[in-house]
């Protein structure tokens, strides 16, 4: 397994060339261009690695299917998606435009950053430090990382740029999707997409959703199944943005970006998958991480459709 993975890393590197890193969030322009990582932990607990693995990124979008589930156990499906929709929006991930033209005013889906600071916003916790803390244990639990922690200047770099998100969680606030202090509410969403990773740490929770939220060692139910199909449904709809039906096609599993060039999927029975490659193609996914996704999906027979 690790000769194909290499293999199919160093058939696919060239791609990291067609695409640019991140710079709407400035600290991001410092991300290897050229990266390119991969790591599978399959079902029995293999672990696999090939390329430049151990390329530390920021979590960024991969954090909305974990802190989806974080409010999906705290409220139930029903007011969760009384504050947010089930449904793509064919849309890139930051856009605004049909948060407004939509009757009643939702976010479309979670995986969206409107949608994602929506579910930000019913994160329960006395303050926000008691929130990140729940949002933290959550992600150390199931990338079995204890170590798993915040990128400072990833965070205040965003905390400082994110003026997009800002607008979006204001006009939020003012059709009552959201309640409560905007400030805290965004921060907490900065800080939960600055948390730093690398691809065994999505990998393994790539794996924990393949295996319906059981942790495989001692075999408990952390996160209820239910929860986790929800989740990895959102993942194949949504979890690519406006490029989810053409990852449908050409890999054909959950998976989710994020513009800190990861990508996490979750091969439902079989294994979770992480890959890092900060060049990212116009719709804010690894361009060569795509590839090599593609590429290990057809030599492993992965699409579960
Ligand atoms: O809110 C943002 O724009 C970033 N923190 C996360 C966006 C992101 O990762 C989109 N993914 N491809």
Same mark, same amino acid.
């Given at each position: 397994?690790?000769?194909?993975?290499?293999?199919?890393?160093?058939?696919?590197?060239?791609?990291?060339?067609?695409?640019?890193?991140?710079?709407?969030?400035?600290?991001? $322009?410092?991300?290897? $261009?050229?990266?390119?990582?991969?790591?599978?932990?399959?079902?029995?607990?293999?672990?696999?690695?090939?390329?430049?693995?151990?390329?530390?990124?920021?979590?960024?979008?991969?954090?909305?299917?974990?802190?989806?589930?974080?409010?999906?156990?705290?409220?139930?499906?029903?007011?969760?998606?009384?504050?947010?929709?089930?449904?793509?929006?064919?849309?890139?991930?930051?856009?605004?435009?049909?948060?407004?033209?939509?009757?009643?005013? +939702?976010? /479309?889906?979670?995986?969206?950053?409107?949608?994602?600071?929506?579910?930000?916003?019913?994160? +329960?916790?006395?303050?926000?430090?008691?929130?990140?803390? +729940?949002? /933290?244990?959550?992600?150390?639990? *199931?990338?079995?990382?204890?170590?798993?922690? *915040?990128?400072?200047?990833?965070?205040?770099?965003?905390?400082?740029?994110?003026?997009?998100? +800002?607008?979006?969680?204001?006009?939020?606030?003012?059709?009552?999707?959201?309640?409560?202090?905007?400030?805290?509410?965004?921060? /907490?969403?900065? $800080?939960?997409?600055?948390?730093?990773?690398?691809?065994?740490?999505?990998?393994?929770?790539?794996?924990? /959703?393949?295996?319906?939220?059981?942790?495989?060692?001692?075999?408990?139910?952390?996160?209820?199944?239910?929860?986790?199909?929800?989740?990895?449904?959102?993942?194949?709809?949504?979890?690519?943005?406006?490029?989810?039906?053409?990852?449908?096609?050409?890999?054909?599993?959950?998976?989710?970006?994020?513009?800190?060039?990861?990508?996490?999927?979750?091969?439902?029975?079989?294994?979770?998958?992480?890959?890092?490659?900060?060049?990212?193609?116009?719709?804010?996914?690894?361009?060569?991480?795509?590839?090599?996704?593609?590429?290990?999906?057809?030599?492993?027979?992965?699409?579960?459709?």
């Amino acid at each position: 397994m690790e000769l194909l993975l290499s293999e199919l890393v160093s058939r696919n590197r060239h791609w990291t060339n067609f695409g640019n890193v991140a710079t709407y969030i400035p600290e991001l $322009k410092n991300a290897n $261009k050229d990266a390119l990582g991969i790591v599978v932990v399959d079902i029995e607990g293999n672990i696999y690695k090939a390329g430049d693995y151990e390329t530390k990124f920021t979590i960024q979008s991969i954090s909305k299917p974990i802190t989806l589930m974080l409010a999906l156990m705290d409220y139930g499906p029903d007011h969760v998606f009384e504050k947010v929709g089930m449904e793509p929006t064919g849309d890139p991930f930051n856009s605004m435009r049909k948060l407004e033209t939509i009757n009643p005013s +939702r976010p /479309l889906n979670p995986m969206i950053n409107a949608g994602a600071i929506a579910v930000a916003s019913i994160i +329960r916790g006395k303050d926000n430090e008691e929130k990140m803390d +729940r949002i /933290l244990q959550l992600f150390r639990k *199931i990338s079995k990382n204890p170590n798993l922690n *915040i990128n400072e200047n990833v965070y205040l770099s965003e905390k400082k740029t994110g003026d997009r998100n +800002r607008a979006m969680a204001y006009f939020l606030r003012d059709v009552g999707i959201i309640e409560g202090d905007v400030e805290a509410i965004l921060d /907490l969403y900065f $800080k939960q997409c600055s948390i730093e990773v690398t691809c065994e740490d999505i990998a393994h929770i790539g794996m924990f /959703l393949a295996n319906h939220g059981v942790i495989k060692e001692t075999g408990e139910q952390y996160v209820p199944k239910n929860i986790t199909q929800i989740v990895k449904t959102f993942m194949v709809t949504c979890g690519m943005y406006d490029a989810s039906g053409e990852f449908a096609i050409q890999v054909g599993v959950p998976a989710k970006s994020g513009v800190g060039g990861g990508i996490m999927c979750a091969v439902p029975n079989r294994m979770g998958i992480g890959v890092v490659g900060p060049a990212l193609d116009k719709k804010g996914n690894s361009i060569a991480g795509v590839k090599v996704l593609e590429s290990l999906s057809k030599e492993l027979a992965l699409s579960i459709f």
